[in-house]
Each structure stands twice: as structure tokens, then as C-alpha cells.
């Protein structure tokens, strides 16, 4: 695109910045509550409410709480929630086999909201970590995290969480082949309508810290998850995981972290016209309220410049722990 501009001073670019009226009406991008899933924490017991230490503000919360929390959204205009179950020591097994049990806390979880607040969209995550003593999300076979059979313990994983009820299905995991394996079975068992929301560009971050926190991985982690989630130094290979995942049938992909793969999200976008989400992930936002806390930046207003910066570039939704507050901030309430 070229855009030929008369000199100064016929063309003064303030004009349009003048007044808030102005400014409103020439906003090339906005943000709604309906751009946002709220990621919640799942833990075990019945009204409880638990602070995550590193994440201010964000809480685990019991089933019972979860299925508030759905309400919550759901007035507030938030169209989705994801699921993510904080497992502890119990149920962390080498065979992983809680991914699939159909009472997992997941799948109560997902029960309860369905039941309470049928119209919230409910995604949940695939992977095997929250259920593995090595904190992998795949098995783990002399040191080495092995693809296939991995794949075959999702697909069960996958299955679990159709089954119980969910409307979005999110790999997570970054294994191959797994988008295909987990969609010829959610055919084959009927579960035509179940979306796959793929994790298709996941970067191996430094920034997740704060979640396995909260999921009570960080202890169980042994090494690092560099032979499956991508080099941050790539972008191409982004766009290969892409188009490979939307030819195995996501319905939609997902760049994860958020902010510091800004040009992956613009990349994917422009490529593919895919409906297209990015992860603002547990340690940006640590760190937004963590300067914040400190009073070194506004938090509300980083917040929502931080959410605005995935619309512009061409993101169709954020998943963000800051959700509510920012979807109370943008209903004035
Ligand atoms: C695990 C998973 C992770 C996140 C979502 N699913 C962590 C990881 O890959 O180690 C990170 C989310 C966040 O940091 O907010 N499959």
C-alpha cells in the first residue's frame, strides 16, 4: 500500500488526534470483551479461593468457584473460558492416565459450568504435563520426549474433554501430527462440532514461569521443553506449524507468548486469514502488575494497551489472566 501525503501544513497529522470525539472515530482497531478467554485455575476441595503468589490478582479456585467465575464472564461479556486444573503431587503419574479420566478436576470442572452457565464457551488444554511427575507435556523415554505415543495418550486426553462436554479443544502440547490424530477421533466419536484452538506457534519462553507456578509444575520440570516448543529465534517455521495444523483441522491457531511475538501474530494473520489468538501469557502479566504494584507504570492503562496491541496486530481474541478487569474497565463499570 502507498499512501501519498500533501506537505505540511495541508496536511497536519494532529488534526485527527484533537479530541477524544476525534480520536474515537478514526480508531483503525477496538477491543471488546467479546476479543477476550479468560484462563482460570481449577484446584480440588469446594470454596476455596486461592491467591497464585506470582500472578497478582489471579486466583485457584474450586469447581464451585469456577462455575462463579463462568457467571461472572459471562455477564461481564466474555464469551469464553479456559480450563487449566492445578493437579499438586497426587495425580502426577508416569502414565499420566488422570488426562483422561473423566472425573479429572477438568472434566467436574467443565461438567458444573455447562450445567450452571450453558452459554460460555468452555476450552480446555491437552497436554500431559499437569499430569506428569517430569512436568512434560509428553512421556518421557530415556530423556527424551517421545512424539507418537505421546499422541496417543492426548487423543484419549481429547476425547475425555469432548466427552465432558467442552466447546474448545487446545493443544498445547507441540507434538507432531497430533491436530489430525485428535481430529479423526473427535469424528469418529461424533464430536463433529468440537473446535480445535491449536497451540500452533508455541515458543519455548522464559515467560511461562509464573503458570507452572500456578499448576504446581515448576518443581516437577526436569530440563527445559526446547525440543518441542519452538526457538524463539524463528518465524518461519512459525508459519510452517501453522499451515501444517490447519491442514490437520484446527478451526484456529494460536501464537504463544503474546507480546514479544507481536510479528508472528501480524505473520500468521496476513498468511493464513485463520481466526487467529494469541496468548498474553502468565509472565507478561506478572510483569505488567508488578511495575504496576511498585507504581512504576499505570496498570489499567497498560493493561489495555497491551490487549490493544493484539488487535492491531490482527489477532481475533487474547487469552489473558487480565479478562474480567479489563472487560469491566471497557463496560465502564
Ligand atoms: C502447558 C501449558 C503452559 C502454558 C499453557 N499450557 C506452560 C508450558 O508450556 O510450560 C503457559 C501459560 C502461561 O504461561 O500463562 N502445556
Known sequence: MKTTQAAFPTT??????????????????????????WPLFVRDGEGIEEPVPSMPGVIRRSVDKVVEAAQEAHAL???????????????????????????????????????AVPDIAIMTDVALDPYSDTGHDGF???????NDETVDALVKQAL?????????????????????????????????????????????SAFYGPFRDAVGASGALKGDKKTYQMNPANTDEALRCVARDLSEGADMVMVKPGMPYLDICRRVKDEFAAPTFAYQVSG????????????????????????????????DGVLSYFAPLAARMMNGS
Open 160 to 204: 475425555s474433554q469432548a466427552d465432558a462436554g467442552v466447546d474448545i479443544i487446545g493443544p498445547s502440547d507441540m507434538m507432531d501430527g497430533r491436530i489430525g490424530a485428535i481430529r479423526a477421533a473427535l469424528e469418529a466419536a461424533g464430536h463433529h462440532d468440537v473446535m480445535l484452538l491449536s497451540y500452533a506457534a508455541k515458543y519455548a
Open 12 to 37: 497536519r497529522l494532529r488534526r485527527p488526534r484533537r479530541s477524544p470525539a476525534i480520536r474515537a472515530l478514526v480508531a483503525e482497531n477496538t477491543l471488546t470483551p467479546a476479543d477476550l478467554i
Open 140 to 146: 518421557v523415554v530415556d530423556g527424551k520426549i517421545i
Open 284 to 315: 507478561e502479566y506478572a510483569m505488567i502488575q508488578a511495575a504496576a504494584q511498585q507504581g512504576w507504570i499505570d496498570g489499567d492503562r497498560a493493561m489495555m494497551e497491551s490487549l490493544m496491541a493484539f488487535k492491531r496486530a490482527g489477532c
Open 77 to 115: 461479556g466474555i464469551p469464553a473460558i479456559c480450563l487449566f486444573p492445578y493437579t499438586g503431587n497426587a495425580n502426577r503419574t508416569s502414565d499420566c492416565a488422570e488426562a483422561w479420566n473423566p472425573d479429572n478436576l477438568s472434566n467436574r470442572a467443565t461438567r458444573a459450568v455447562k450445567a
